[in-house]
């Protein structure tokens, strides 16, 4: 019969060992019991009132651990009453939207039936865990006492942390020595509190603040310490190894020097909101800052539980940390977290790795791939501490010094016949570049922001990396300098300064630059922006930069890029036309024949855009030197001067002003007859020579007349030249062949000189 009333279930309050008569039972049933919980048996160490605990998050609301009795519940005590049980019975629906409580289901492993408790009755993890231990174990005399918590701590967090705010009395007096409570009799069993939050994790009471707990508390379950014991004795050990005196203040130290790396703090909402909702592999405090605990089998064996007690890190140490891990994906956290995370990316990706590292490096190139996707898809809102991450992470990757040059002076930098250079290092810098780019071109950047991060150091560093030898990376940079141009207007004088004394320094000094090419590029698109009439200063561009670039030997790699820049300032104003004819015939190359060719096809060009009056002033100068490219003995200068009148608008201007160029140009065509001695050559001046018939052939006949007048007259000259040349010889006694000799001696007998009757 004992071992009847041991085993079977009964109806009743917990506590009860004997059957309720049926008057009792429906009593029981029909009367409302108050949920009132006996916390004057317990010794309360923790005296910050519930305002103070939200807004502080100490230590003592983190850990289970905290402020919990160090005495069982004495053997002698008398059960509760009836109208104190706690939990019992079942509170129903419309009294509980009446009450407007927090109710939750207790349950322990091992107990036939569940109880409930009301959260908003108590304020620490101690009242709660003080009223659990009396539920379970409310006498010692009942069949209920095999439910005991562990209870018996000497020595607390709380009281360690929250009596002293220097770190080395905090870790000293933090020595926790955790002891599982005897049981009452012999078969009792040990139990940890655990609960489950609304993403169904399952986690120790203690390990989050309390106004969290309260807000994500679904279930308590009061787990078998065989089973979740092991990790307060892991997270005992690891507090014992780590914090000792010295090692606190190294960390301390070093927790100080992350901190003040960290972007502004976020909204404590934003943070509570991303620490609640992440339900990842990943260990946090539960303030949101990051927490990694090393070790495949240490994982294992927290597999129970996925965040690690705030007790190994103390809060206080960490407090005002809102930085997120930069190895979660952004995937992992909620959306208020994001912006934390994309800057903490940012900032991880300033780090200059060694390329010999791969493991680094494929860290290193995922984080920038992460960087571009969540860019790209529009999520990122670029806030003031994120365009300066942004900043701070382009200049530490791409401002850098560039190699010595190891090639000839002579060939001015890159030519066509030499083979470019790629940098090693281009899969991240690529990266790097397509991230700034996209952040430049974004619609939603605040230029007004961005301006005091992208600045006139920012912008002269940035058009320094034009001088790089890998024509991918110049490409990004012309793109990327062209967004900025034009999103940026504050800048613009300050761009077309700097490019300028860029091409001063290149072409009075060094004659070296690899990016000339790129640097007109962006400027033809830009001269083609200015509005007319044009500016001094930008006429000033064309005399004092563009037009000596013709001069260095190195044209070749930037004459196309040159050609379009010069065109667009003379399709702005004609006027410009003379003086850029001018600068060319200036700086005509005499001796280098494929600088030759460019120069003619520029001014065919140039040609098309003149007008009238412009040409008129400088026709003489001109077809002067093209009259001796007509007479070019390389055939391909030849041909070209030749090819002009192919053009439309040549033949025209010729055509108008016929009287004073045909003049200059058909004794070079009756020379090319004569003299030259390529084919080739021959052919297209008998061509020419028909074209100026057709246009004036009574000009042309003249042209010839007066060239044959002058060949007889020049003819003439150099005959009499000759014989006066010879009287002088004659005048002056020199020897005649027939010189006369004497016999043996071989003396040579002296002519007497005769008279000079012609006046020298």
């Known amino acids: 019969m004992a071992f009847k009333d041991i085993t079977e279930l009964t109806l009743g309050p917990p506590g009860g060992g004997r059957e309720l008569s049926v008057a009792e039972a429906a009593s029981l049933k029909c009367n409302k019991r108050a949920f009132v919980e006996s916390t004057d048996e317990v010794e309360v160490h923790d005296q910050l009132s ?53 109710y939750v289901k207790v349950g322990a492993d091992g107990a036939p039936y569940l109880r409930k408790v009301d959260l908003e009755n108590y304020n620490t993890y101690h009242q709660l865990l003080t009223a659990l231990h009396n539920m379970f174990n409310p006498t010692p005399t009942t069949t209920n006492n095999n439910y005991c918590l562990i209870t018996n701590i ?63 508390c679904k279930r308590i379950r009061l787990m078998k310490s065989s089973e979740a014991l092991g990790l307060v004795f892991l997270a005992i050990e690891l507090t014992a190894n780590l914090l000792t005196q010295k090692a606190a203040l190294l960390f301390a130290t070093m927790l100080k020097q992350i901190l003040s790396k960290l972007p502004r703090k976020v909204p404590k909402s934003d943070t509570l909101d991303a620490a609640g909702s992440d339900s990842g592999s990943n260990s946090k405090l539960g303030n949101g800052f990051p927490c990694t605990i090393g070790g495949s089998s240490l994982s294992s064996k927290l597999s129970v539980v996925k965040r690690v ?22 995937k992992d956290v909620s959306n208020q977290q994001k ?36 860019v790209n898809s529009g999520s990122a809102k670029f806030t003031e501490p994120t365009i300066s991450a942004m900043c701070k992470m382009c200049a530490a990757n791409l401002f850098r010094v560039f190699p010595p040059k190891y090639r000839s002076i002579i060939g001015g930098g890159e ?41 006139h150091s920012f912008i002269s560093r940035l058009l320094d990396l034009f001088d790089s030898e890998d024509p991918r990376e110049r490409d990004c940079l012309k793109t990327i300098l062209h967004r900025i141009y034009g999103k940026f207007m504050v800048h613009r004088p300050y761009i077309r300064k700097v490019v300028s004394n860029i ?50 030997k190195s044209v070749g790699i930037y004459h196309q890029q040159l050609t379009y820049c010069v ?12 003086s850029v004819i001018k ?67 040549v033949l025209n201007l010729t055509t108008q002003n016929r009287q004073a160029i045909l003049p200059l140009v058909v004794p070079a065509l009756e020379q090319n007859t004569q003299n030259h001695w390529n084919q080739a050559v021959l052919n297209l001046t008998l061509n020419v020579k028909k074209i100026f018939r057709e246009i004036d052939e009574e000009l042309v006949l003249a042209c010839q007349c007066k060239l044959e007048e002058e060949a007889s007259r020049l003819k003439a000259a150099a005959e009499k030249r000759r014989l006066t040349w010879e009287l002088l010889e004659t005048a002056a006694g020199l020897p005649s062949p027939a010189t006369t000799t004497t016999g043996a001696g071989n003396f040579l007998v002296p002519v007497k000189p005769a008279t000079c009757s012609v006046a020298c």
């Open 50 to 102: 519930s305002t103070e605990e939200d807004k502080n998050y100490h230590l003592n609301d983190m850990s289970f651990h905290a402020d919990v009795t160090s005495r069982t519940v004495s053997a002698s005590e008398s059960p509760p009453a009836k109208g104190e049980v706690i939990g019992w019975p079942p509170v129903r629906s419309f009294r509980k939207k009446a009450m407007n409580n927090k």
């Open 154 to 216: 000497q020595g607390t967090l709380n009281t360690a942390c929250s009596s002293s705010t220097n770190v080395e009395d905090q870790i000293s007096r933090s020595n926790i020595d955790y002891k599982v409570a005897k049981a009452v009799k012999g078969t009792s069993t040990e139990y940890v509190p655990t609960y489950e939050d609304k993403d169904g994790d399952l986690m120790l009471v203690g390990d989050v603040p309390w106004k969290m707990f309260t807000e994500s």
């Open 309 to 330: 007690s705030s007790a190994v890190f103390p809060t206080s140490i960490a407090a005002g940390a809102e930085a997120v891990e930069p190895h979660l994906s952004f």
């Open 339 to 374: 912006q934390n995370l994309f800057i903490s990316k940012l900032n991880l990706c300033c780090e200059i790795i060694d390329y010999s590292d791969t493991a680094k490096q494929d860290v290193k190139r995922e984080t920038l791939l992460e960087l571009v996707d969540f």
């Open 415 to 455: 030519t066509e016949d030499e083979e470019p250079m790629f940098d090693p290092a281009w899969s991240h810098l690529q990266l790097v570049y397509d991230l700034l780019l996209r952040f430049s071109s974004s619609n939603s950047l605040d230029t007004k922001l961005a301006k005091k991060y992208i600045d």
């Open 503 to 552: 091409i001063y320094r290149f072409v009075f000094e060094t004659e070296r630059h690899n990016g000339i090419a790129e640097l007109l590029e962006i400027f033809g698109s830009v001269i083609s922006g200015f509005a007319t009439p044009l500016k001094e200063e930008h006429k000033i561009f064309l005399w004092r930069a563009l037009i000596p670039l013709h001069k260095p």
């Open 567 to 578: 065109l667009q300032f003379i399709d702005k104003d004609q006027k410009l036309a003379g």
């Open 583 to 649: 600068g060319l015939l200036k700086y005509w190359p005499i001796t280098n024949s494929q600088k030759e060719l460019m120069f003619l096809g520029e001014m065919e060009e140039i040609l098309e855009l003149i007008n009238m009056v412009e040409f008129q002033k400088i026709m003489i100068p001109l077809f002067r030197r093209i009259a001796y490219c007509l007479n070019s003995k390389h055939y391909q200068v030849a041909e070209r001067a030749h090819l002009l009148w192919n053009n439309e608008s």
